[in-house]
């Protein structure tokens, strides 16, 4: 859904998407700490204040003119579609190389984080901001569906991560295309690339698994 209202957050005006965002990661902290932990959930949310920090810091990268002159276009810009996949990319390497310990469930931890996310984030949207009614309600009800389900079966060892993140990007894709921006946003591509990850993730690990119980 596209932004179409601004808010006024202690004296400073802010898009929607920005309350959207905030209220998608909380609902993805959320889930996962209910679900699988503090452990996975402090995972979950390092990955997501990552992606999020990298996103505005690399407008330095994508629009340098703008921020020489004016260095607080940090807090209101970012580097756009760029910067937002770059933050991906670093969030899943730190995941990936990290040295700290992970529970195995962790898999399953970020995918029901980026479900979470992604359906709080599209859900305030819908709400926040003027659009189509028809559009609206089938976002709403749809990434809803989508999140209580992922809540309710992400644990489910008998549908592997692989294809509960295909399914996932199949179903952004049936929504995408009633929506506005269709294919071309960032939240589309965001799912499209985390789910990606999450897979590379899942198999790495799995390996590690499987290689460490051969040694044993």
Not at 59 to 64: E, G
Not at 90 to 119: D, E, H
Request: no cysteine.
């Amino acid at each position: 859904m596209p932004v179409t209202d601004y808010f006024l957050l202690w004296k400073v005006t802010v898009p929607s998407s920005w309350i959207a965002a905030v209220i998608g990661f909380i609902l993805a902290w959320l889930a996962v700490r209910v679900k699988f932990g503090k452990p996975v959930a402090d995972i979950v949310v390092d990955a997501l204040f990552t992606t999020i920090i990298v996103w505005k810091l690399s407008v330095i990268v994508t629009d340098f003119e703008t921020v020489l002159r004016a260095p607080m276009a940090i807090l209101y810009f970012n580097g756009g579609m760029f910067g937002f996949l770059a933050g991906i990319l670093i969030a899943a390497l730190f995941i990936l190389f990290s040295r700290k310990p992970k529970p195995p469930t962790v898999s399953q931890g970020i995918l029901l984080g980026i479900i979470s996310a992604q359906a709080g984030y599209q859900v305030m949207m819908a709400l926040l901001n003027e659009g189509m009614l028809v559009t609206k309600v089938i976002t709403i009800i749809l990434f809803t569906a989508i999140a209580v389900l992922a809540f309710i079966h992400v644990e489910n060892e008998s549908v592997p991560v692989i294809y509960s993140a295909g399914l996932f990007v199949a179903a952004h894709a049936f929504i995408a295309a009633l929506q506005p921006t269709g294919f071309t946003g960032i939240p589309f591509a965001g799912t499209v690339i985390t789910s990606i990850f999450v897979v590379i993730i899942t198999g790495r690990f799995t390996q590690g698994k499987e290689t460490d119980g051969g040694i044993r």
